[in-house]
């Protein structure tokens, strides 16, 4: 199935940018994915297509107004559903929503969700796709998401400009705040861009041979190992011999070591998440191989 990615701009221009070239480009050309820019500025209700006004309570800058975001989002799920539904025969453009306008005439009673959740209706198809603000107030992006919307049917990227958002927006439109860094950029357009790069070089026949990612850094929870080729030797550097010996099984815990080194020097965070996580499992085995000790019967004398 295509993954199907829209952007909330006010610079559609900025797409796809770099994204049109190499892996991503490539995919896009062959319709592995595709890409919707959204001009937030068509949703605007004045002449002058005005998108912000001053803070409430006061302050420097501007604030993204909720209303026109609103509009904007409820117009990339309605699209989305329309993309959808021809794919998986699920929902239409007129049962999208999560609030606002769009709201179902006629529910139609064979619609079938994309996945059921722990409570409440089925999501329709538009409302399945999570929609991503790039904000620096945000959660980390990590891989572990990235790999969970690589395995959706798409996303609706939402980017900020201005000093950010309105904060009723992440409620009333069910809106995941994600962050990129420790850093401040002009606004979302490159952060999505990092975002989407990630996702689609991850979906299927993307990447040259299916286990390219399988080793690279924070896959599974520590950074890469260090990578060498020719020449064997530069400027009186030579590449380890360890990894010009053949032996596969010295290279693999070579290449092991370099990564818990490389993690636990340069990200202690990483390495101090990866212990948690070895020790937890190690724990759990533990108990699992009393619980099955405790549970057998007293073999006879």
Not at 89 to 97: D, H, K, L, N, Q
């Amino acid at each position: 199935m295509t993954f199907h990615a829209a952007v909330l701009t006010l610079y559609p221009e900025m797409f796809p940018g770099p994204l049109g070239v190499s892996l991503a480009g490539r995919a896009l050309g062959e319709g592995k994915w595709t890409l919707d820019p959204v001009q937030i500025r068509d949703f605007a209700a004045d002449k002058h297509r005005t998108v912000d006004d001053t803070p409430a309570g006061g302050g420097a800058g501007m604030v993204l107004r909720v209303d026109v975001l609103a509009k904007a989002i409820d117009h990339a799920r309605e699209r989305m559903a329309e993309k959808l539904l021809p794919e998986t025969g699920r929902g239409t453009a007129g049962e999208v929503g999560g609030g606002g306008d769009c709201v179902p005439e006629t529910p139609l009673e064979d619609a079938n969700p994309l996945h059921q959740p722990a409570a409440g209706p089925p999501p329709r198809a538009g409302e399945a796709i999570p929609v991503i603000a790039m904000t620096p107030r945000g959660k980390p992006l990590t891989q572990a998401r990235v790999r969970e919307l690589a395995a959706g049917p798409g996303v609706i990227v939402v980017c900020g400009r201005f000093e950010g958002f309105d904060e009723r927006i992440f409620e009333g439109r069910q809106v995941e705040e994600v962050s990129v860094g420790d850093i401040i950029l002009s606004g979302g357009e490159c952060a999505a861009l990092m975002l989407l790069d990630a996702c689609i070089r991850l979906l299927p026949g993307v990447m040259g041979a299916a286990s390219s990612g399988h080793e690279e850094s924070f896959e599974n929870g520590l950074l890469e190992y260090p990578h060498y080729t020719r020449p064997q030797e530069w400027e009186g550097r030579t590449i380890p011999q360890v990894l010009r010996s053949g032996d596969h099984a010295k290279i693999a815990e070579w290449r092991q070591r370099q990564s818990e080194d490389d993690t636990r020097l340069r990200r202690p965070d990483l390495w101090e998440r990866h212990v948690g996580a070895r020790v937890q499992s190690a724990s759990g085995a533990r108990q699992k191989s009393a619980g099955r000790l405790k549970n057998e019967p007293d073999s006879a004398a």
